[in-house]
């Protein structure tokens, strides 16, 4: 019985137009992209999980990056209000597939925000950051939802990245990773591991012992190998190119 589940949203054909706040423009294949998208959806499916594709948004370039629209915490998935006016319309299509997974619905509202790659959920505490697309009525609001629910929702600034999750993810065993030179408070975590390069901060937990992760983090993985981890690695250099990493392209959903 298949009991993990994952949003995906395909990329539109404006995807080069997507966002960027903390790196310069460089050129987008979309035609890349959408071979790299693949094989990042290929990759989730050979590890178990189904994949469940939100209809795409051609308005949208950065509709790609199906995390940032909710976040999702035992039956209840909170819809975000984008920190980016333009991601706004993005969050309705979403809403609709993750409720018609069974999941019950709450809203952030004006004037709070959020994005989801903001929120790192380590066990039941969920680590929120603070800093340009999500703000503190944001994160007043999650906590008024995820708190009754057995949370601890912890807020933690982002002030060098664009999103927590651009600087920091965890292992499976609770141990948080980031790039220091881009992780605005380390001891905010209890355990916090240092990696070598800013992509290996970016895991996405597959199940039993396996990370993926992006391809662009050679030593990371080797130093996540040594620890009894299996990277399986994925190019999403074009998504890069967008400050996009390996946790954004989806949304996953642990039934
Ligand atoms: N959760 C994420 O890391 N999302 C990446 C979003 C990148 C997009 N270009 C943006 O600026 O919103």
């Known amino acids: 019985m298949v009991t993990q589940r994952a949003l995906v949203r395909r990329p539109g054909s404006r995807l080069a137009d997507g966002l960027i706040t903390h790196i310069e423009r460089v050129p987008v294949d979309v035609d890349l992209a959408m071979t790299q998208w693949q094989q990042y959806v290929d990759a989730l499916a050979e590890a178990g ?61 004006a004037p709070g925000t959020f994005d989801g790659g903001d929120i790192l959920k380590v066990g039941t505490t969920v680590y929120a950051g603070l800093g340009g697309r999500t703000n503190q ?23 060098k990245v664009l999103h927590l999750k651009s600087a920091v993810t965890a292992l ?25 390069e800013e992509a290996g901060a970016h895991v996405v937990l597959l199940g039993e012992n396996r990370l993926l992760m992006a391809a662009s983090a050679p030593r990371s993985a080797e130093l ?32």
């Open 137 to 159: 009525a944001g994160i007043d609001q999650l906590r008024g939802f995820l708190e009754p629910l057995g949370a601890e929702v912890v807020a933690v600034p982002v002030r």
């Open 172 to 196: 499976p065993d609770g141990t948080v990773i980031g790039y220091e030179p881009l992780t605005d408070d380390p001891r905010a975590f209890p355990e916090f591991l240092a990696v070598p």
């Open 49 to 109: 999980w189904e994949c469940v594709e939100v209809p795409p948004i051609e308005e949208c370039p950065d509709s790609v990056f199906v995390e940032d629209t909710m976040v999702v915490f035992r039956d209840l998935a909170v819809i975000a209000r984008a920190g980016a006016d333009e991601r706004r319309p993005e969050a309705a299509e979403a809403e609709r597939a993750v409720a018609a997974q069974g999941y019950r619905i709450a809203h952030v509202t």
């Open 224 to 255: 996540f190998r040594e620890r009894g981890y299996l990277p399986v690695v994925v190019d999403i250099s074009e998504f890069e190119k967008l400050e996009g990493c390996v946790t954004c392209l989806s949304v996953r959903l642990r039934a």
